[in-house]
């Protein structure tokens, strides 16, 4: 008898997390930038199923979404899409139809977290040159600031600047794997190297953390995740420790926040010396478990995983997870397809 052929992607979730995502009037923007895809987590009204929607995209990373604008980093650029149903639901059940409408072509910076500026500009994690940029009209970017241990702009991934957090408008905080200011140094310190810095003082705010990454200010409380031990926690800006709040079974990055839950992104690690060699892989060992790809809706309160969502298949890591307030069950128009020459819309 033949082996039955494993689906190409599947996703589960928890049995309550379709009631929840319905009942927070939300819905959730992924990237997964090792399978080109944007996926689309809503719920389907009438059957009270969840709605998945993907769009393939060259290699997506860091989104941002702001006013139904949707920012999303990839291979060489960032494209906003700008959704058109405005609440709309269209003949399918669709409330929110993102359209791509503007583009900034970057070349190839290795851009991780983007996030939206307080004039609406789009501000970027510029891994490969070690800073934070802006978009600029004739050039790849603009530089905005880089951490004081980088002697100066170069494309090589000197500390592997990955995460940014957002006040008001402002970068606030950013994380980095190490304090290293040579050409890929950073890999050598994956396991206890990371740092968080405050943006407007220059200064190290927490240290010894592995691999950082998606730090976020919540609740007026500085949010991270330390992706190599797999732990959501918060920094204690006063001491300067991380506190961890839980523990998930997966290489973390991707965060957002629904009130009081936590939308924390798992990975499987890849077998290569990226993740190899981290705290993780003990972790994983004696908790007995093996690592996952999903979604962890945790309570923030307690710690304790309220709901989770779960890919298998072709989707095994992730990099960016944003919730999408308002918006119930939205697509995308992509650019591999004939939808983008017939969507036309007029001021």
Known sequence: MEETEKPAFVVTGSRQFASWLAESTSSLAISTYQSSKVILIGTNKQTGRLSVFERTIERPMGMAFHDSRLAVASMIQITSFVDAARGTPGAAGYDALFVPQSATYTADLDIHDVAYGAEGELVFVN????????????HSFKPLWKPSFVSRLAPEDRCHLNGLAMRDGKPAYVTCVAETDVADGWREHRSGGGVVIDVASGEIVCRGLSMPHSPRLHEGRLWVLNSGAGELGTIDLATGRFEPLAFCPGYLRGLDFVGPYALVGLSEPRENRTFA?????????????????GVFVIDTRTGDVAHWLRFEGVVNEL???????????PMMIGFKNEEIRRTVSIE
């Open 319 to 329: 990099y960016d997870v944003v919730s999408l307030p308002g918006l119930a069950r």
């Open 277 to 293: 060699g981290l705290p993780l892989q003990d972790r994983l060992a004696a908790a007995k478990v093996g690592p996952r790809c």
């Open 127 to 138: 891994t490969l040159f070690s800073c934070l940029a802006t978009a600029s009209e004739t």
